[in-house]
């Protein structure tokens, strides 16, 4: 039934239409008695017996009107006089009357009598829209007394120090010292009044009693926290607001010990944020829907996080995931089996053998390493892995397959150890496949190289073949996301490429200097260490490193292009040109044989230089130019007297004078580079001046 439907009951119209008007008084009396605050049923009620008499409607409300004064409900009494006034008061009482019920309502304020002035709410009385106007005006104003706390979006609680009504704006004070005047026009948007219950408003007033709460009650100071805000909260956004309440060090005991509270529940609709429930029937039963409606890993979590509230609650959840089980154990067999031990694990297992037990599973498996791929907690797949072992015959193959799959490092010992234990022949095949084909499995490879700084075999079994897929990885793309957090630690002093320089054998020496004299994915402080060790752990070893060639990408895709033409294009057509030319007889007077051989001799000198080179090449990378001093691969601005010249220095392959491009093999690129901004520089038309150092692009 509506509320209009409510107010308007038959009986009680059937008595205004007949005009029983003591009969409709009685029933006004005794609502005020019993409900004085139903403004609804009073101004409908009045309306309805407008319509036949009016002098009566006025004789009710003003009825009303002093029984909410004599009551002291003035705020009541002002909605009143908003919506009925009209009907009670000739307009100079009307405004009489609104002023009043202000006055009382707000009569603790310090500044009140002022900003009544201020607003003009004693002048032109008798236009009550302007009243109203001036009433909310003020109303809007006196949120903001002397003492009032605040919050400002940004800048955090605060205190009003000052009314300014000649400025027009108050004097808001923070606690870190800082003042701002803020003018009443824009208070009510960047000022947001704390109630007396607000946690903020306490933090201010009372920090003894939150203090006390945290160590005592943290549940009840997270609701003050959550009610106050009236929203749900993830963990960091209450760490914010009870800095200062709770320590950092105290943190995570204060934490765990507010969520535990049966009525805090988590919001599905905000990652990690909780909510407070008016009561523990309605959090289960908010939690227990979220269940209902949560994917499988969301299912988990919360069998994880709250099946320990209440004994029932984990029995429900537990049920909904014994029938997703049966439902999933064809299709999903990995899924169900995660169930399994998930439910094994809170101790909510069905009575009973069930189809969906883990060795079952794994033993009438078709696909075994799917299935425990399909496992998405990593210590549950591990034990899956230990089944495998205890149920299948033929586990060593299936073990093979998931160290090309697999992914996390406990499951890649655990599969390892085992074939190490029983099939060693068959492990070391896996491990010479992953070192030769590092990018097959990118994850495992890291593995492997995590793995082998503290196993003396796998280092000692092909040490430089494993330094070079090493080092290849730093660049290849497949290890991007590894490559700061697994891959740079391991070449550091204790790491694996330290250590493997240890295992390397002196008919090595030599090609592991040039690795990693050339590697690109090597900076300097890396380099230098690694190859002061190889030095000294082979002293004969007197062959100094070349220095690097430096080059554009471009340039170095150009030049491996053309050692590719020159090695499957240009020398076997040469080599073909011989043998043709051999056919023709009388080697000594034979000009084509002669012409074929001197251009293979040029063909084969040129794609030897182009293989050194290559091996020695250090790509350009423009976006490592700071500017703040001239590097490889940085456009230069030097200026002379207003005169301004431009120079770019990249490698040898790139050099064109012409251009403004020079070597940084010249001696003048020499003498330039390392220079910054406002030093002195020679050119060859005298000494200029370096204004502006940019990283070359190819446009430029």
Avoid: C
């Amino acid at each position: 039934m509506s509320r209009k439907e409510s107010t308007l009951s038959s009986d009680l119209s059937q008595k205004i239409e007949a005009g029983e008007f003591d009969a409709v008084e009685d029933l006004w009396l005794q609502r005020i008695e019993v409900e004085p605050d139903d403004l609804e049923w009073f101004v409908e009620t009045s309306k309805a017996v407008s319509s036949v008499d009016s002098d009566m409607a006025q004789v009710l409300l003003q009825t009303l009107d002093d029984q909410l004064q004599q009551l002291g409900h003035s705020a009541i009494r002002r909605k009143l006089l908003r919506r009925s006034g009209r009907s009670m008061y000739p307009n100079v009482e009307l405004h009489d009357a609104i002023l009043e019920t202000l006055e009382t309502i707000h009569s603790d304020h310090s500044a009140l009598q002022d900003l009544i002035e201020h607003v003009g709410l004693r002048r032109a009385i008798e236009d009550i829209p302007k009243t109203w106007q001036k009433a909310d005006k003020l109303e809007a104003l006196l949120d903001y007394d002397v003492g009032t706390v605040v919050r400002m979006k940004g800048k955090g609680v605060a205190t009003i120090r000052e009314v300014n009504l000649t400025l027009e704006n108050f004097l808001v004070d923070f606690a870190s010292g800082l003042e701002l005047r803020v003018g009443f026009a824009a208070a009510a948007k960047m000022l947001d009044a704390l109630p007396k219950s607000h946690v903020l408003r306490r933090k201010v007033e009372e920090p003894e009693v939150l203090l006390k709460l945290s160590k005592d009650d943290p549940p009840e100071l997270l609701r003050l926290v959550l009610e106050s805000e009236g929203k749900s909260l993830n963990g960091s956004e209450v760490k914010a607001i009870l800095d200062g309440v709770v320590s950092p060090q105290g943190w995570n005991r204060f934490w765990n010990a507010a969520r535990k509270h049966p009525q805090v529940i988590s919001d599905p609709k905000k990652r990690h944020a909780v909510r407070w429930a008016e009561s523990t029937e309605e959090a289960q039963g908010t939690l227990m829907g979220n269940f209902e409606a949560a994917k499988l890993p969301e299912r988990f979590a919360m069998l994880r996080r709250d099946a320990a509230r209440d004994d029932s609650l984990k029995r429900n959840m537990s049920k909904i995931l014994w029938r997703q089980a049966e439902r999933l154990r064809r299709k999903l067999p990995g899924s169900a089996a995660e169930i399994w031990l998930q439910l094994e694990k809170s101790g909510e297992l069905p009575e009973g053998d069930t189809d969906w037990r883990p060795e079952k599973l794994i033993r009438d498996s078709r696909d075994v390493p799917k299935l425990v791929s399909d496992v998405d907690d990593r210590t549950f797949r591990e034990r899956m892995y230990r089944v495998v072992r205890e149920v299948r015959d033929d586990w060593g193959e299936h073990f093979v397959t998931a160290l090309w799959q697999e992914s996390d490092a406990r499951a890649l010992d655990t599969l390892s150890e085992a074939l190490l234990e029983d099939d060693p022949e068959t492990f070391w095949t896996f491990f010479d496949q992953l070192v030769s084909q590092p990018r097959k499995n990118a994850a495992g490879f890291t593995w492997l190289l995590e793995r082998a700084a503290d196993r003396a075999e796998w280092m000692q079994r092909n040490p430089l073949r494993l330094m070079r897929q090493f080092l290849g990885a730093m660049t290849d793309d497949s290890f991007a996301s590894v490559r700061a957090a697994r891959l740079v630690p391991l070449t550091e002093s204790g790491g694996t490429l330290p250590r493997l320089l240890d295992h390397l054998a002196q008919d090595q020496a030599e090609v592991a200097l040039e690795t990693v004299a050339t590697s690109p994915g090597l900076e300097d402080y890396q380099r230098e260490p690694l190859a002061n060790a190889i030095k000294l752990r082979f002293p004969d070893l007197h062959k100094e490193t070349e220095a690097p060639l430096y080059a554009t990408h471009a340039m170095i895709r150009e030049k491996r292009a053309e050692l590719k033409h020159l090695a499957e294009v240009e020398i076997p057509e040469n080599r073909q040109a011989i043998e043709e030319a051999r056919e023709l007889g009388d080697l000594r007077e034979n000009f084509e044989y002669h012409a074929a051989r001197r251009r293979h001799e040029q063909l084969s000198d040129r794609a030897g230089k182009l293989e050194h080179d290559l091996r020695r090449v250090r790509p350009i990378d423009p976006t490592q130019v700071s500017g703040n001093e001239i590097t490889i691969g940085a456009t230069v601005t030097f200026e002379k007297d207003g005169d301004k010249r431009q120079l770019t220095f990249l490698g040898p392959w790139e050099s064109d004078p012409e251009r403004g491009i020079l070597s940084n093999e010249t001696d003048l690129a020499q003498k330039a580079l390392g220079k910054k901004n406002g030093d002195s520089a020679e050119l060859p038309d005298g000494e200029y001046v370096v204004v502006a150092i940019e990283p070359w692009t190819p446009d430029a």
